[in-house]
């Protein structure tokens, strides 16, 4: 099947459209709050294989009852009715009494282990997760520069770009469901962005091969249109893969209920086909937009 659809002629558009969705969800993020895990925010968690059947609200009661708290009840991999209960940070022996609590509840309950998280170790994490995605996209910018450089340096600094935008759409994912932000958020972020600069650099790739051959054109709009259209189908098929083994992934995480899983399994998915839109429509337009910006400035 061939494709032949004009990217670079609603360039403006599409970028545009891209960037208001973005700003609106980071916007409604900021306004409704967004949702920190215990990993970012310090707190309490317990964790414990109840070996029965069990209901949310009985759990957030006996919890409450001791802690005059609302936990988060969650369920977690590796046992049988595993849960996961996350208050504010308690002490040792009120943690004690809430295991205590629910032993007398679920009598099959198995060994229940608790730990404290300090606020500050979420700041830590974060600053470590900053230093990460701001490294690799560094990183990455060399190596496109570099690999790409008959394109120009506009190339590496537009591809970049692209990538900053699949960061900030994940942020507004996150800000819109409510998804916890914790070290899931920061794997499912490092996935993209290696997932969406491969899609890159295949029609970078292929622009910098057209752009070699004899064409009946020289218009680089042309280029860029003949290159994304060859690689259509190989981008929409990786990312149909990818999506394949990331849903089989969700569909256990439904009929276990494993919270955790879900909350990797949703926003990688939804990720995933963000990264294969930005690579197709916003990459290559960005980079003609700031290539031809960048020639009309030397010619002035």
Known sequence: MKFNFDYVKNKNVILIAFLVIILAGIIY??????????????????????????????????????????????????????????????????????????????????????????????????????????????????????????????????????????????FAVYGVFKFPINSTFVAVILTIIGYSINATIIIYDRIRENKRLVTKSNNTAEVINNSVNQTLKRTIVTSLTTLTAIGTVLIFAIINDQETLKEFAIPLSIGIIEGAFSSIFVASNLWYSLDNLVKKIKKA
């Open 29 to 170: 993020g900021f306004v409704s709050g967004y949702k920190f895990d215990i990993d970012f925010k310090g707190g309490t968690r317990i964790q414990v294989e109840l070996n029965e059947e069990y209901s949310v609200s009985d759990i957030n009661d006996i919890v409450s009852q001791v802690t005059g708290q609302t936990p988060e009840v969650q369920t977690t991999s590796g046992g049988n009715n595993a849960v996961s209960i996350t208050t504010q940070i308690i002490s040792e022996e009120t943690a004690d009494e809430v295991i205590t609590a629910l032993g007398q509840k679920y009598t099959n309950m198995g060994e229940a282990t608790s730990k404290n998280v300090q606020a500050s170790y979420g700041k830590d994490l974060l600053n470590s997760a900053i230093i990460a995605v701001v490294v690799s996209i560094v990183l990455l910018l060399v190596y496109i520069a570099i690999r790409f450089r008959t394109l120009g340096y506009t190339a590496a600094f537009s591809a970049v770009a692209t990538l900053m935008c699949d960061v900030s759409f994940l």
